[in-house]
């Protein structure tokens, strides 16, 4: 027995070990967060900007008019979102075409895959209570995804956060009834279900990952899907006209559904009932309640400290609308475009949680989704940044109801109030800018030195850029807050006599005093002497004159045959060229160029300063654009 002791105990020792090193690692508790003390919160600087847009609704009933025309549509419903209200809502055309009812804001359609958007706002909705996490296994909630059958041995099990971002290798319809399928129809589906892809690897649309992910939605609530997205989101957003069945919408309310027959729309004899597949698109509603829902979205920004909604945080809708896998880019040439408008048309875009976000050629975040089902036809779309959305509902299956949304954002940028928010500019600025005036006026070293950071000496030339802005513009009377870069940079603008004056102002973090400035001049005539040089400068462009170039830039850097080289390449990019207009920097003049194509680009010119009029120096850069593409 004694013998046998000192290995009872190290047995005994190991056992131990073995059951500590099981043991579970404690429950990580996130530290509380820190908050700065008071966000700045950005706020859109025109206070007639709604007024503008609103100025763009005649234009925008017409071209909805003249488009349904064009595609043979007999009526549609739009409505328009402006800061959280709806700014717009009308019917076009009729509902039904037997009756000739007419089509109004509170006529109800179906939203078809909208409906997609409601089932991730839900699941992201448990997720912040904690009754489930975004990338559990599809098999936690429905068991009966075991079944599913994976193309490689190396693929994990799809998750919730695959499908909701089509990206689970799910195919895009389930082999189940399309009419009032039940939720035990839709799980036994999924025996020997094989996968189209390995999960994870591209985002493909399946209308099956988000049927079951309204059946998740029930299940984690121990609720039904429809009863946590009806009290969820719809009771508090007072959505009192959207419907899951039509046999609940009043009849004099619901618009007709048709079917496509050879001479053109016939009525539909049984709408299609999704039953327990409704998560990909089962919902009824009108443009009214849906414009209530894109108000909802855009209430998510900018990020600030005021109250939030008690039902889907703030956050957690910006992450809906941002937080995607990317799909398709497009990219399409437009040749004929007019000045200024792009030369090329670029897309890029992704999808998660039941929304696609794009960028393209004029905005940076265009957010939304389609629907189509039975012959209804929808869309919704906004621009976070800009504040604004549209929603377009029709019942016949020749709509393009994406195509009237982009018409309509069309004609509101065309209105050039679509400008993003602006951060709150410290007040330090404008006491700075009511220095700066009155030196523009009267330069006086002893104000100037006064408005400077006590490390910073007035510098010689800034005594003649100050005096050169007052040539320019003559007197000035007031200035206007323009933008804020950050807290310790932003510009002014300055009311002047003539042509529009704007300051760059850079502050010392510590005084919040000036370190540096810089005007720039629009609308001013430039020298009659430099205007003809940069004339004769532009003509070189593709077409070298030896004599020009002894007459104006024989002073100029570079060398003579490197220029030469220089206007040739850009000839042949650029085609011939023309003045259009002048600006002024500090000290530098510059014109910005039409050209025959691939964009505009503008001349900077450096003069000598002892007779302002010789040129020492040129460049050539493309001109500035907004967003992905080069403009004509």
């Given at each position: 027995m004694t013998r046998r002791f000192p290995t009872l105990v190290t047995t005994l020792s190991l056992v131990a070990a073995c059951s500590s090193a099981a043991s579970p690692p404690p429950r990580f508790v996130a530290p509380p967060q820190r908050f700065a003390e008071k966000a700045a919160v950005p706020r859109f600087a025109d206070p007639a900007r709604r007024a503008k847009l609103e100025a763009a609704f005649p234009s925008i009933e017409a071209k909805i008019e003249a488009e349904m025309k064009a595609q043979n549509v007999p009526g549609m419903a739009v409505a328009i979102v402006i800061d959280g209200q709806t700014a717009y809502a009308?019917?076009?055309?009729?509902?039904?075409?037997?009756?000739?009812?007419?089509?109004?804001?509170?006529?109800v359609y179906r939203i078809g895959s909208i409906t997609k958007s409601f089932t991730g706002l839900a699941i992201l909705a448990l997720r912040d209570q904690g009754l489930l996490g975004i990338d559990d296994p599809l098999v936690r909630w429905i068991p009966e995804a075991a079944g599913l059958v994976y193309p490689t041995r190396d693929a994990h099990p799809l998750t919730l956060r695959q499908m909701l971002s089509h990206s689970a290798g799910l195919p895009r319809m389930g082999d189940f009834p399309r009419a009032d399928a039940t939720e035990q129809q839709v799980v036994d589906a999924l025996a020997g279900m094989p996968l189209d892809r390995a999960p994870g690897l591209a985002s493909v649309y399946s209308n099956l990952g988000f049927s079951l992910l309204g059946i998740v939605v029930g299940r984690a609530a121990r609720s039904s899907y429809h009863d946590v997205v009806a009290q969820r989101i719809w009771k508090p957003l007072g959505m009192t006209s959207t419907f899951?069945?039509?046999?609940?919408v009043p009849a004099a309310r619901l618009s007709a559904a048709y079917d496509v027959g050879p001479k053109g729309a016939v009525p539909l004899k049984q709408r299609e009932r999704l039953g327990a597949a409704d998560g990909a698109g089962g919902i009824y509603s009108t443009v009214e309640d849906m414009a209530r829902y894109v108000a909802f979205q855009l209430d998510a920004y900018p990020p600030r400290d005021d109250a939030d909604s008690p039902m889907i945080a703030r956050a957690t809708r910006r992450e809906a609308h941002s937080t995607g896998v990317h799909g398709e880019s497009h990219v399409q040439l437009a040749p004929a475009a007019p000045p200024g408008e792009p030369i090329v048309h670029v897309s890029t875009g992704t999808y998660g949680f039941g929304w696609g976000r794009e960028e393209n050629c004029y905005f940076d975040e265009l957010v939304g989704h389609g629907g189509a089902i039975d012959s209804y036809r929808s869309d919704v779309s906004f621009l976070p940044a800009y504040g604004v959305g549209v929603v377009v509902l029709s019942n016949f299956p020749n709509a393009n109801a994406g195509g009237i949304s982009r018409l309509v954002l069309e004609e509101l940028r065309q209105t050039g109030a679509l400008q993003e928010r602006v951060a709150p500019m410290d007040p330090a600025f404008e006491s700075v800018a009511k220095q700066f005036l009155a030196l523009v006026n009267r330069y006086d070293e002893g104000a100037l030195r006064a408005m400077l950071a006590p490390e910073r000496a007035p510098l010689p030339v800034e005594k003649d850029e100050i005096e050169g802005y007052h040539a320019l513009h003559g007197t000035c009377t007031g200035f206007h807050p323009a933008e804020a870069t950050s807290k310790d940079q932003a510009s002014m603008g300055f009311t002047c006599e003539r042509g529009a004056f704007e300051v760059v102002f850079q502050l010392d973090p510590a005084s919040r005093r000036v370190v540096g400035f810089v005007g720039t001049s629009r609308d001013v005539a430039a020298p009659p002497a430099l205007s003809s040089a940069a004339n004769a400068i532009t003509g070189l462009v593709g077409a070298w004159d030896e004599s020009v170039?002894?007459?104006?830039?024989?002073?100029?850097?570079?060398?003579?045959?490197?220029?030469?080289?220089?206007?040739?390449?850009?000839?042949?990019?650029h085609g011939a060229c023309k003045v259009a207009s002048t600006i002024h920097v500090g000290f530098d003049w510059g014109f910005e160029l039409e050209c025959e194509r691939g964009g505009g680009m503008r001349l900077t010119v450096v003069v000598d300063p002892a007779d302002k009029t010789t040129v020492k120096g040129l460049g050539f850069q493309p001109a500035p654009n907004d967003g992905l593409c080069p403009r004509r």
């Open positions: 009308k019917g076009f055309g009729v509902a039904d075409l037997a009756t000739k009812t007419p089509a109004r804001a509170d006529t899951w069945e039509s046999e609940d170039y002894q007459q104006v830039l024989s002073k100029a850097q570079p060398p003579h045959d490197a220029m030469k080289d220089g206007f040739a390449a850009i000839g042949a990019r």
